[in-house]
Every structure is written in C-alpha cells, then in structure tokens.
C-alpha cells in the first residue's frame, strides 16, 4: 500500500494519462484480484497531484460506483476504500461535508 500511494504522488500528468486507461480496462477482468488491485491503485491516485488528480475523478469515480456492486465482498470493499481515499481528500467544503453521507448511501 505504502509503495502504491509513492508511485502515484510521483506520477507527472503524462504518467496518470499513461496509466488511467490500463487500470480501469483492469475493472473489467474476471479475476477478483486484478480487480482489487486495480481499485487499490485507483484509490492511491488520491495522493497524486491535486490538479491531476481532479482531471481524473470524472472517469474514476462511476467505474468504482459500479465496483461496488461486484459479486465478490473484497472487491466491493476495495471500492468502497478507494472512494474514501479519494474522498477524504477533496478540498471542495460543501463536497467535503458530505462524502460520509454520500459513501453511506452507495
């Protein structure tokens, strides 16, 4: 976990716009695993760069939403971390105050 929020607070823009694509075609693999750890990965993205960061949530966000409807129980966790990770680091103070309540409802 620690070496995967490292390599994401290194990432240049070039390097998430790299790597975004390979981890969500990741969520579409049968295997749990490559699942998990593409949702771990995903969820570290919240130690990139604010600015690459918010260029990003677009596309994360709705594919870790739809994670957390996977038929195995890890994967669903997974998701549900990663969605936390992102959202305790959004600076927005109305979204801020109420990502519990939004994580809750999903």
Known sequence: E???K????KLSAHGVK?????LLKALE?????????SVELLGAMAHCNPKQLSSCLPSIVPKLIEVMADS?????????TALTQIGSVI????????????????
């Not at 693999?29 to 750890?37: F, H, I, Q, S």
């Open 18 to 22: 790299f790597v975004l694509p390979s």
């Open 2 to 4: 620690k070496a995967s």
């Open 91 to 106: 600076r927005n103070p109305e979204i801020q105050a109420i990502v519990k309540l939004l994580l809750d409802a999903l």
């Open 72 to 80: 195995h129980t890890k994967v669903q966790r997974s998701g549900l």
């Open 29 to 37: 693999d049968d295997a749990w695993r490559t699942k998990c750890g």
């Open 6 to 9: 490292a390599i994401m607070g």
